[in-house]
């Protein structure tokens, strides 16, 4: 079965340096999304994509925040210069279609330590 | 503010017996709601999704309803297995935007022998 492949599993990295997490969304799905979910605490929307560029964003996705989609393939987010509030697993998801058929499958998610 | 409670308290219940998860919202009018099942350490995976107009879906031995008036969607797994203890979470959508979903905390479902 079709599934969402994200990169690293673990990411530790030190406080203001970047970071680039990786996703390989599932090939015929036209819609990308990155989520956050600190330990212990609900999953959050973070940014979505669609047709090349952002569709949604929320205020957690602020301007150390960046998505790209740099071929066929790939999306990824980059954090420009992590805080300790940043760790958190990081989860990329892609659907098919938007709205009222929107079902979004979700990768094993990115678990990010910032020290 | 849009407000998405679940139990917050783990259910534990027997095997064999039907487990029932609250999803209560406000100050959100969704088009349409959907439960994920989360196990530690991976990403959700969707089980079911139900529109606004539809007050009730049913997926082999799960169940879920939807009253827009009472704010409330009910899961419902019947016969349970161990293998079904997990994080239940539901997710709201709305139409129009980036299609993002906003997800209540979970409950914690544990399914003893």
Known sequence: ?????????????????????????ISNHLYFYWYRQILGQKVEFLVSFYN??????????????????????????KIRSTKLEDSAMYFCASSVSGG??????????TRLSVL | SQKIEQNSEALNIQEGK???????????????????????????????????????????????TFDT?????????????????????????ALGGGNKLTFGTGTQLKVEL
């Open chain 1, 1 to 25: 079965e079709p599934e969402v492949t994200q990169t690293p599993s673990h990411q530790v990295t030190q406080m203001g340096q970047e970071v680039i997490l990786r996703c390989v969304p």
């Open chain 1, 52 to 77: 090349n560029e952002i569709s949604e964003k929320s205020e957690i996705f602020d301007d150390q925040f960046s998505v790209e989609r740099p071929d066929g393939s790939n999306f990824t987010l």
């Open chain 1, 100 to 109: 009222a058929k929107n079902i979004q499958y979700f990768g094993a998610g």
């Open chain 2, 18 to 64: 039907t487990a029932t998860l609250t999803c209560n919202y406000t100050n959100y009018s969704p088009a349409y709601l959907q439960w994920y099942r989360q196990d530690p350490g991976r990403g959700p995976v969707f089980l079911l999704l139900i529109r606004e107009n539809e007050k009730e879906k049913r997926k082999e031995r799960l169940k879920v």
């Open chain 2, 69 to 93: 008036t009472l704010k409330q969607s009910l899961f419902h797994i019947t016969a349970s297995q161990p293998a079904d203890s997990a994080t239940y979470l539901c997710a709201l959508g």
